[in-house]
């Protein structure tokens, strides 16, 4: 029998309407656009509005993706969402974006690995397509980090964006296109580094995120590099075979330092940290998403994805789209 591969069937995005850009995060707290841009390379970021939720932004990607793959909500059969900023403790945002799509067959779950969660949902996805217990898949990454941020921290206030990035995935036993191959990892020793100040255990709050910043950034470039080369080495791929490289978006600096030590050429980097910042767990589906939409990424192209985020968790994941 040939080895089945998840290929992706459609992708799609969704991005709040609100524009919040440098010049006014620093009407209250003392920053600068200069300061901001040559930092972090974030211009502006959107953020939801009160009424919309996370799963508001998930299903508005869901639905983009179902239509990108010409599939009706009844085609799924699993709804894996990764994000740190469900709609409720439960149920999961994927239990409310399943019954939003109108769907009332297979399961659904949330997987919580902050700004990692979309690769790491995507190797749950496809190992429960693969080992046959479903046959299609929507993988949602969807935030509202702007929730959880502290509008007074100005070290991270303004880092962070809302918005949401979806797959469709599905088991095929033709061609070789599809999710290719995954590392990844986690360090819980690190909590202190990335952490959110409560918790519904802890504190019965959310708490507001809080980072180390510079203590991250020197963890990011060297864990996100080793991942990209354990991968490459155990999939016997060649880094000049990829034609592009999809980086979670924390950091300009961050995207520039792993391609540089990687060897991977500046023009093959998908950025959007200048117009999204960091949307966390939707980040790599929204970049992915507007790579495809300027048709930068082209079915068949080879694709690295990598994240790094609290845990720390990170890793990456190869795709032939
Ligand atoms: N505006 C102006 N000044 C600021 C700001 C701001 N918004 N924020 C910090 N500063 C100041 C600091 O107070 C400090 O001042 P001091 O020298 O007088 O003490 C100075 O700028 C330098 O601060 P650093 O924190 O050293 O700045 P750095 O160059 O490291 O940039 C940043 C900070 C952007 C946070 C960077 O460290 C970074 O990107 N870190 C990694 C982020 C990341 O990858 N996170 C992982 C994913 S997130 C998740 O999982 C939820």
């Excluded at 409720?88 to 969660?117: E, H, K, N, Y």
């Excluded at 991942?227 to 300009?252: C, G, K, T, Y």
């Excluded at 520039?256 to 060897?263: H, Q, T």
């Excluded at 929204?286 to 994240?307: K, S, W, Y």
Aim: proline residues 2%.
């Amino acid at each position: 029998m040939t080895e089945s591969i998840c290929r992706v069937a459609g992708q799609g995005a969704y991005l709040p309407e609100r524009v919040l850009t440098n010049a006014e995060i620093s009407t209250f707290v003392d920053t600068s656009d200069e300061w901001i841009r040559a930092r972090t390379g974030i211009s502006e970021r959107r953020i939801a509005d009160e009424s919309q939720t996370t799963s508001d932004l998930g299903y508005q990607a869901a639905k983009a993706a179902l239509a990108d793959a010409g599939l009706d909500a009844n085609d799924i059969d699993l709804i894996v969402v990764a994000t740190t900023t469900a709609d409720l403790v439960f149920p999961s945002t994927a239990a409310l974006i399943q019954d939003r799509l109108g769907l009332r067959q297979g399961a659904a779950f949330d997987v919580q690995a902050v700004c990692s969660g979309f690769i790491y949902a995507l190797a749950v996805a496809d190992g429960l397509l693969k080992g046959g217990v479903f046959n299609r898949a929507l993988v949602i990454g969807a935030e509202t980090m702007s929730r959880i941020l502290d509008w007074e921290d100005r070290s991270t206030c303004v880092l962070f964006g809302d918005g949401a990035g979806a797959w469709v995935l599905e088991r095929s036993q033709e061609g070789n296109s599809g999710l290719l191959g995954y590392d990844l990892r986690c360090e819980g020793r690190y909590t202190p580094l990335l952490k959110t100040t409560g918790g519904v255990s802890a504190t019965k709050t959310s708490g507001f995120l809080t980072m180390e910043g510079p203590a991250v950034f020197k963890h990011a470039v060297k864990k996100i590099s080793n991942s990209m080369e354990r991968l490459l080495e155990r999939e016997a791929i060649d880094i000049a075979d990829i034609d592009w490289f999809v980086p979670h978006q924390a950091n300009q600096r961050i995207l520039e330092g792993v391609a540089d030590k990687l060897k991977i050429s500046r023009d093959k980097v998908v950025s959007t940290v200048a117009r999204h910042g960091n949307t966390s767990a939707a980040s790599v589906p929204l970049a992915f998403h507007q790579a495809v939409a300027d048709g930068r990424i082209q079915r068949g192209h080879l694709c690295l994805l990598e994240a790094l985020g609290g845990g720390l968790t990170w890793g990456s994941a190869l795709v032939r789209f």
